[in-house]
């Protein structure tokens, strides 16, 4: 450290205290990184890499960016899980003795970062604590964009449900208070804490300060484990941020059980917010319901498709409010209109509130406000309980838009450094300074001229030089007529300068008007924007309710477009739809080229149905939809169909296809297997179970007994009886219909032409009898060859196959029997395959040691039929 130059001296120091994170550190206009962080950065921002003298042998590795334009090259050290530490010139290097003062002003990492830049405008972004005890997990997490801070808290033994719900938040960045391999493996910008941030006392202290409250009952943190994980993380927050964090200001408990919880594979297969091969919005259910107008509404829509509704009466309400904007088209398209000329207030108001904010995000502000009367008055004439409540409640923000119209220039500069930011005649000393600034030269003449008249020397004049500033300067023949008030500041060899209060006073305000100017200016527009700040509760709540509308028109717009209907909901446990279609298809078909279907399901009768059908039929699309329109009806938006009555499910469990999950060495069947097993051991008699193709990753014996077994368990009362969709390649599973109670075979229809199928697309009763892959192999332009092939040996099995059924009389004694004589029903063709191995035998030409051998094998073989 000796050897290195001061400045990089006072580098080290301050990189020693931020070791895992990136340096970025402030000379002149440039943010310079050294050593291994220029090494990382120039490879990671595509920037030239070079070098600095630091005093050692060897230059230090150097590389640099404007700091004008940081963000964006901040924003792809996020991307790729960089922490950024931001070291700042905290003097005016002007004043500075020696080397320029500089300290860390802030740390910014994935789930700290409030730049418009560096964020999606539709997507949270979100900050999470996870405190794992024995009993308890607990989860916080905030937006720090936003303002919003929630919290839950979970039994250890729900670890499923905690694991479901941190997918659904899907954190930026997660702080955990033990290692967990987990998590850590799905997040890999989780960081282990040190024990200092979960101790209880400091906890609730930090918690207390944030909410200037004396205990933490009131605002539902009662456990320990909920303290500590939402304590830890304001004080986490404290250091990095290194700033007061007044956009918190309220905390928001809730219990998980509230909402429907949907797992991973769940929100992946229904394809709720993005598709499952392209990850992208487009093609998803989110990329169908948007309609929304602004920011704010486009992250709350995303936030209610993901958490759909279990209260009846909250469901009613939402489909209530749709309803009255779908019959008022005219009031809806004004409300549109005012909704889509409203910039991000939530977002705007936690800059503010953080004091980030510049000029002209308080102008964005501003105009945003100025449509809030109109939005105000357009609501109030719907009469639905939920409309009438936002009416009531909300704040039209009328005196914050005064305060910034009085004070703020509608056109500033980005820097808050240029001055130009307050409006004429707000305050009288700025009006001198800008007066100065552009009218000093005159000033002076008209003043020179006052004194000429004033002394009665014509000669007098006004000068001015860098050493001695302004003076009059007097000729020494006219001394005898100069003013009592005159002093002298420099004699010369034919005339004697002067100074008077009033040019000395002219003199302070001409020559230092600019920098004053923008001294004063940036003094006021802080003092503007903290008081505009102090009112950041009242702008989140503006900005809930402008979202809330936002999202109920949205639905409305829809729903009118796409001829949705309004669902009959309730706690029955019925659901009936007439011509349902599958939302995201239709939207992306030709119009009127989906083929709509019916369903019911219930408790009793029709609570598991079979379906079975060609690959390509439409299954997959047909059982989906069905999930789809109950989860559209769960979160309060009409549905594709002309009749729904949906009965409230309290879980969407769904198991469509399956691929290797290579990291953690699990094979396409052991992945179906843990899906499956996830779903029987989390369902409920009030769950809806979407099932696609169970037991087809193994052999068909192992495969069909799984997939037996599976739908007997399901359907059976006692065990679990929650309403289910099963499609299945395995035909004799169409058997159960007849032995078991509640269910029902279904089928999607074809019809055969020649070698040829066409797909109907139409659900209906029975079964059907073949799977017809050989077809669909033909429409993937599997060679000809090989279908005739195909063709033959599927004939050789057909007629081999006995028509035989299988007998479900409830518990035998000898299982294993039972067993055996399933599998010769079920499985015969191995029979034949049998049959096909002795007739085969050449027996002209065995030897007796080989015929032995022969007849051991094939008794061998034959066990596998017969006791």
Known sequence: MSQLTPMMQQYMEIKNQHKDKILFFRLGDFYEMFFDDAITASRVLEITLTGRDCGMEERAPMCGIPYHAADAYISKLIENNFKIAICEQVEDPALAKGIVK??????????????????????????????????????????????????????????????????????????????????????????????????????????KRQFNIEALDGIG???????????????????????????????????????????????????????????????????????????????????????????????????????????????????KEYLNSIYDIERLGSRIALGTANAKDLIAFKNSLTNLPYIKAIVSNFKGSMLDEICRHFDDLKDLYEIIDLSINEDPPFSLK???????????????????????KQWIIELEQREKQRSGIKSLKIGYNKVFGYFIEVTKSNIENIPEDYIRKQTLSNA??????????????????????????????????????????????TAQLLATLDCLCSYAEISQKNGYIKPVIGSHGEIEIKDGRHPVVEAQSIK????????????????????????????????????????????????????????VVDRIFTRVGASDDLASGQSTFMVEMTELANIINSATDKSLVVLDEIGRGTSTFDGLSLAWSTVEYISDKTKLGCKTLFATHYHELTELESKLPGIKNYYIAVEEKGKDIIFLRKIKRGSISGSYGIHVARLAGVPEEILERAYDILEVLDKSEENTKITVTGKQKNKKAKRAKEEINLFNYSIYQLAEEIKNIDLDNLTPIEALNKISMLKDKAKHFYN
């Not at 860390?104 to 990492?109: D, E, L, P, Q």
């Not at 990329?287 to 107008?293: A, E, G």
């Not at 240029?418 to 004429?424: A, P, R, V, W």
Request: some cysteine; overall charge negative; hydrophobic content about 35%.
């Open 418 to 440: 240029e001055g130009n930011l307050i409006k004429d005649n707000y305050m009288e000393e700025i009006d001198k300074y800008k007066k100065a600034s552009s009218n000093g």
């Open 221 to 335: 943190l009662e456990s320990e484990v909920s303290i500590k994980s939402a304590g830890s993380i304001l004080l986490y927050l404290d250091e990095v941020q290194k700033n007061s964090l007044y956009n918190i200001n309220k905390i928001k408990p809730y219990n998980i059980s509230n909402y429907m919880v949907l797992d991973q594979n769940t929100r992946r297969n229904l394809e709720l917010c993005e598709t499952i091969r392209e990850r992208s919005k487009k093609g998803s259910l989110l990329s169908v319901l948007d309609r929304t107008n602004t920011s704010m509404g486009a992250r709350m829509l995303r936030q209610w498709v993901e958490k759909p509704l279990l209260f009846v009466e909250k469901i009613n309400e939402r489909l209530d409010a749709v309803s009255e904007l779908l019959d008022n088209f005219l009031l809806r398209e004004e409300l």
């Open 496 to 541: 004697e300068r002067y100074i008077t209060p009033e040019l000395k006073e002219l003199e302070e305000t001409v020559l230092h008007a600019d920098e004053k100017l923008i001294e004063l200016e940036y003094e006021i527009f802080v003092k503007i924007r903290e008081e505009i700040g102090n009112h950041i509760g009242r702008i989140q709540e």
């Open 102 to 207: 500089r300290e860390v002003i802030k740390v910014i990492t994935p789930g700290t970062i409030t730049s418009s830049l560096m964020l999606d405008d539709k997507v949270n972004n979100y900050l999470m604590s996870v405190y794992i005890s024995n009993n308890h997990i607990a989860l916080s997490y905030i937006d720090l964009s936003t303002g919003e801070f929630f919290a839950t808290i979970t039994e250890e033994k729900l670890w499923s449900m905690a694991i479901d719900e941190i997918n659904r938040i899907n954190p930026s960045e997660m702080l955990l208070n033990i290692e967990n391999e987990k998590l850590q493996d799905l997040y890999k910008t989780a960081t282990i804490l040190d024990k200092r941030y979960y101790e209880l006392d400091e906890c609730t202290g930090r918690l």
């Open 592 to 647: 009127g080229g989906f083929v709509p279907n019916d369903t019911l399901l219930d408790c009793d009768d029709n609570r598991l149905l079979v379906i079975t059908g060609p690959n390509m039929a439409g299954k997959s699309t047909y059982m989906r939809q069905i999930a789809l329109i109950v989860l559209m009806a769960q979160i309060g938006c009409f549905v594709p169909a002309s009749y729904a009555k949906i009965g």
